[in-house]
Structure formats: structure tokens, C-alpha cells
């Protein structure tokens, strides 16, 4: 009986072998998928013999000894979707799934209609959440508001400008209204804040040109805003407030602390503008705007969604800015292979896989993140294809070994 028992086992163990490669071969497009392999140890009788320790040991078989995942890194294949990430390294994504913390490696991710991030089985991908703007440092489910991003009025305004050195200086009051008392200006999109664009324009009066440099009236004046009049005001600032420039054409005195107020007749809140002119020059070239920069912006719509290899989700916004909605964290552990194997591409922790260190993509053995692509299955399948021949023989050699047993006892009863 004993060939009976070894071909048996023999037979146990192929049949797990293809199952175990079965398995795999049915995920080798499965996103995320890590594959395994079915692992055998041998199985030997008491010694028959006692004149030494190592002779007369027969073996009686085989056994499955372990089934472990290989948990190399799978190629990475671009996508269409900015949610969908892929891991390059060691790390897991952390959901929420039906009220249990899980692992995995799947990062095809989408929206769910609470804009929660989530993925295919409705796992809430967990990350470091933000408010407003910036990362809060507490963990929970990562949400993407579909809410407009609110305006903001400008309260800066950088202006580098160049107002040429050969203009002709012009007595008397600059005045906005007529051209011929400035001998320059500019018009730059600034937002009250209701979130109007509003046209702020400043007009350059050379008042005075000597051997050691030039002085410059600046007025100011912008859409929207009203006087006592009720009609459009201009804002003059003249003296310790006008520019001047020294012979070189380098600015001088107070050029970066000019605040303007501007009161707006929409019903938006009245707001001041700094206004920085200390990347001004006063070449013998034509006047001219070199930069232009302010802070405001009016309200923005969502736009489109973007992930960095750290894991920092931003929002584009149709206005042109963009705003941090949370960080994606990645976890580890000391084992893999200790790792209990939920299905639907999750992985549970255990006593053997060590406890869950998580920390921002980047980190040390956690990896980095590709946003728009995925982690395809680690599945070699023409090797798999090999390795499913090898299995079919060995299970077919012990059926021959059973057969070969059976034809031996009938022999021995028919003597």
C-alpha cells in the first residue's frame, strides 16, 4: 500500500500545483494581482534499519508546504484616468472597506457620488486629509469637492516696468482723463471681492529730469470703483510717494509700499492693493510692461484632478488655480508573506506580517506614485505556460505510479 499512498500524495500536490497556477494564469490581467506558487517539502518513514541513521529511511510522498506570493513589482501601463496610480515599490494603498482597514495594490481609482476617492469594490482610499487649501495631518477617506473654489481679491500687485529715460518731463496736475498730462500707462486685471474682474490703470507723469535721475507722478484708477460723485476715481500720489530713479536708471526710495484703496460699487467688500514697483527701470527704451503679477483671482470652477509622485491630490480649477484636496499615504510591512489574502484584491494584516508602518510616498521602502497608469499583474505567463506542462506530467506520472502498484498486486494474487 505504501506506493499507493506516495503516488496519492504525489497526485494532492500536482493537482494543487495547477490550481495554484490555474489561479494565476486566470489573473494575468487582473490590475494589481501578485502571484504565488505552491511550495512542497518531502515526507519520510521511520528508519527500517538501525546500523546507521541515515540508511533504510523510505519515502512516503510529498506534501504542499506553503503557497507564498511573490510580491515583485508588476509593469507599469499608462491610463486615460488622472485617479488611476500605480505603486513603483514595496508600498500598499489603505481603504476603508465595509467598516475594515485593508491593503492593496489595485489604484484604479474613481469618484463615488459623495466624491469620495474610491475604488472598484467602493474601498474608501485613505490618505492625509485638507482643508482649505493645506494638509491637516489627520487621516481619514480622500474627498474631491465638486464646491467652486471662492474668489479672492487682489491684495498684491507686482509691477516691473520701464519708463523710458527720454520722455519729456510735463508741468501741472496729472489728470487721467487727458492723455496729454502722462506720458505713459498700463492696464492689469485685478478682482474685487466678489470675484469681478476689474481693470486697475496706472498712468506714469515724468515731472522731473535732472543730472542725478528722474522723478514720476503715478496715478491710479480702475473700473468699478466710485467717488463721491459717484463717477470713476483716480488716486494721485505725488511726492515721497511718486517713483524716482537715479542716473543709472535704478529705482529709488518708495517703490515697493505703495498701498491703493479702492472702494467698488458691485456691493463687494472695499479692499487695498499693495502695489510693488521695485523691478522698475528708467531706461533710454521705449516705455513698456516687463511683468505683471497680482494675487486675485475670481471664482473658479473644478476643472481637473492631479496626482504627484508624493501623493499630493491637487484640483485645477477654471480660473487657473489649483488647490490641494489631501495626500495619498502608502503603507508597509515587515512581512508580505504573513499577509491574509481577502480577495477582490485586498490583503488584511496579521500577527505574521507585522504591523502597518504608513508614511508619504517617498518615504523609505514605501515607493513612489504615477498618477494615470496602473500596476499591471506580476503574472510571467509564458512561464506559467511551462510550469502548467511540468504540473500535468508530474500528475500524470503518478497516476502512472498507481497503475504500475495496481498490475504488481494483481501479479502477486494470481500466484
Known amino acids: 500500500m505504501g506506493a499507493f499512498n506516495t503516488a496519492l500524495s504525489g497526485l494532492q500536490a500536482a493537482n494543487s500545483n495547477l490550481q495554484v497556477l490555474g489561479n494565476n494564469i486566470s489573473n494575468a490581467s487582473t490590475v494589481g494581482f501578485k502571484s504565488s506558487n505552491a511550495q512542497f517539502s518531502d515526507a519520510y518513514a521511520a528508519a527500517l534499519a538501525t546500523t546507521a541513521p541515515t540508511q533504510g529511511q523510505v519515502g512516503i510522498g510529498t506534501q504542499v508546504q506553503t503557497v507564498a506570493q511573490q510580491f515583485t513589482q508588476g509593469s507599469i501601463q499608462t491610463t486615460s484616468n488622472p485617479l488611476d496610480v500605480a505603486i513603483s515599490g514595496n508600498g500598499f494603498f489603505q481603504f476603508n472597506y465595509n467598516g475594515s482597514t485593508v491593503y492593496g495594490r489595485n489604484g484604479q481609482l474613481q469618484l463615488s457620488s459623495g466624491g469620495v476617492i474610491v475604488d472598484g469594490n467602493g474601498g474608501e482610499l485613505v490618505g492625509i486629509q485638507a482643508r482649505n487649501g493645506a494638509l491637516t495631518g489627520a487621516s481619514g477617506p480622500l474627498t474631491v469637492s465638486q464646491n467652486a473654489l471662492p474668489p479672492q481679491a487682489t491684495s498684491?500687485?507686482?509691477?516691473?516696468?520701464?519708463?523710458?529715460?527720454?520722455?519729456?518731463?510735463?508741468?501741472?496736475?496729472?489728470?487721467?482723463?487727458?492723455?496729454?498730462?502722462?506720458?505713459?500707462?498700463?492696464?492689469?486685471?485685478?478682482?474685487?471681492?466678489?470675484?469681478?474682474?476689474?481693470?486697475?490703470?496706472?498712468?506714469?507723469?515724468?515731472?522731473?529730469?535732472?543730472?542725478?535721475?528722474?522723478?514720476?507722478?503715478?496715478?491710479y484708477s480702475a473700473t468699478g470703483t466710485t467717488g463721491a460723485s459717484g463717477t470713476t476715481s483716480g488716486f494721485i500720489f505725488s511726492g515721497a510717494s511718486a517713483l524716482q530713479f537715479s542716473s543709472t536708471g535704478q529705482p529709488l526710495g518708495n517703490v515697493?509700499?505703495?498701498?491703493?484703496?479702492?472702494?467698488?460699487?458691485?456691493?463687494?467688500?472695499?479692499?487695498?492693493?499693495?502695489?510693488?514697483?521695485?523691478?522698475?527701470?528708467?531706461?533710454n527704451s521705449a516705455n513698456a510692461v516687463i511683468t505683471a503679477n497680482s494675487n486675485g483671482y475670481g471664482v473658479g470652477q473644478l476643472s481637473g484632478l492631479s496626482i504627484d509622485p508624493g501623493g499630493n491630490i491637487f484640483a485645477r480649477y477654471s480660473n487657473g488655480q489649483s488647490q490641494i484636496l489631501g495626500q495619498i499615504t502608502l503603507t508597509r510591512f515587515a512581512n508580505n508573506n504573513g499577509l491574509q489574502n481577502l480577495g477582490n484584491n485586498y490583503f488584511a494584516e496579521t500577527y505574521a506580517s507585522g504591523q502597518p508602518l504608513s508614511g508619504s510616498p517617498g518615504s523609505t521602502n514605501l515607493g513612489v506614485l504615477q498618477s494615470g497608469a496602473v500596476e499591471q499583474s506580476n503574472v510571467n505567463l509564458s512561464q506559467s505556460l511551462v510550469n502548467l506542462i511540468v504540473a500535468q506530467q508530474a500528475y500524470q506520472a503518478n497516476a502512472q505510479t498507481i497503475k504500475t502498484q495496481n498490475a504488481v498486486d494483481q501479479t502477486l494474487l494470481s500466484l
Open 256 to 283: 515697493s509700499g505703495t498701498t491703493v484703496a479702492f472702494p467698488w460699487a458691485d456691493g463687494a467688500s472695499n479692499n487695498t492693493i499693495a502695489i510693488n514697483c521695485s523691478g522698475s527701470t528708467n531706461y
Open 156 to 219: 498684491g500687485l507686482s509691477l516691473g516696468l520701464n519708463l523710458d529715460s527720454s520722455n519729456t518731463p510735463i508741468s501741472g496736475a496729472l489728470n487721467i482723463n487727458d492723455p496729454s498730462t502722462y506720458n505713459y500707462s498700463t492696464s492689469t486685471t485685478v478682482y474685487d471681492s466678489l470675484g469681478t474682474p476689474q481693470l486697475l490703470t496706472t498712468y506714469y507723469q515724468l515731472s522731473g529730469s535732472t543730472s542725478s535721475g528722474e522723478s514720476w507722478n503715478v496715478a
